[in-house]
């Protein structure tokens, strides 16, 4: 098993024609097919998480023993074939166990090593309540079956006593999920999410620069300094015409 054989999807809104524009010319760029899964559109967060459990839902059906599951909003790292490489050296060997693997978690807190090219999410060193916070974003993840079972819950009431409330769906991976179940990221992220207009906050966002920025702040492996700009990742790499 590869990680360029593993079945793909990007989540995408009808409405949204140009995102899924970009994101076929990033898939060219890395060499993988995907399939397009017609994301729900509530202008929310409600509309983000029930896109991923229902998609997750799919994934169980066809019995997949892994899936990919993207964002379409995602720009891949200059170094992203060469990561790849490295982690499908260690990710299918008998020597690990994991059930989910965030190619590009946006990080609040510190984290700790797995090995020479993961990082754990599920085994936290301590964090400072009054400046730290979580391991969030939906931008792409290996899903196993086990974390499709989870997604496919998406349910607060059912872990969290008297919560009576709904909570993001990044939210729920790093209060449910993550703790739960071997989860991992790569030492670097994979890719990162396109700077561009939100549909759920309505605000253009910086993402590239946040998520890197904050990538160097709380964890082990850190970019080169000018990996922050996406204007000087976009100029190392090669599209195909």
């Known amino acids: ?17 140009d995102r899924l524009s970009d994101f076929d010319k990033e ?7 995907y399939e397009r899964f017609s994301a729900v559109d509530t202008n929310s967060y409600i509309g983000c998480a029930q896109s991923h459990q229902q998609l997750a839902r799919i994934i169980l059906d066809r019995q997949y023993s892994y899936a990919i599951v993207m964002e379409d909003d995602i720009c891949f790292m200059p170094y992203a074939q060469s990561l790849i ?12 166990s994991w059930d989910i693997i965030h190619f590009a978690p946006s990080i609040h807190r510190p984290l700790n090593r797995l090995n020479d090219y993961l990082l754990d999410l599920t085994h936290l060193p301590p964090k400072d309540e009054s400046k730290h916070r979580g391991i969030y974003g939906t931008s792409g993840f290996i899903l196993t079956s086990k974390a499709c079972e989870y997604i496919v819950e998406w ?26 179940i071997a989860s991992a990221c790569p030492n670097l992220p994979i890719f990162v999410q396109r700077d561009s207009l939100s549909d759920i906050n309505h605000t253009y966002d910086h993402n590239h620069y946040l998520m890197t920025y904050n990538w160097n702040e709380y964890c082990p492996s850190k970019l080169p300094e000018q990996m922050l700009s996406a204007a000087y990742c976009e100029s190392l790499k090669r599209y195909e015409h």
Not at 85 to 96: P, Q
Not at 155 to 180: A, C, E
């Open 155 to 180: 349910d607060t009431d059912k872990f969290l006593f008297n919560s009576h409330r709904q909570i993001p769906i990044d939210q729920y991976l790093d209060t449910i999920v993550y703790p739960n």
């Open 85 to 96: 490489d490295k982690l499908d050296n260690i990710l299918f060997k008998n020597d690990i």
């Open 1 to 17: 098993m590869k990680i360029k054989d593993i079945p793909k999807f990007v989540i995408n809104l009808d409405r949204r024609p």
């Open 27 to 33: 898939m060219k760029y890395i060499g993988w097919n």
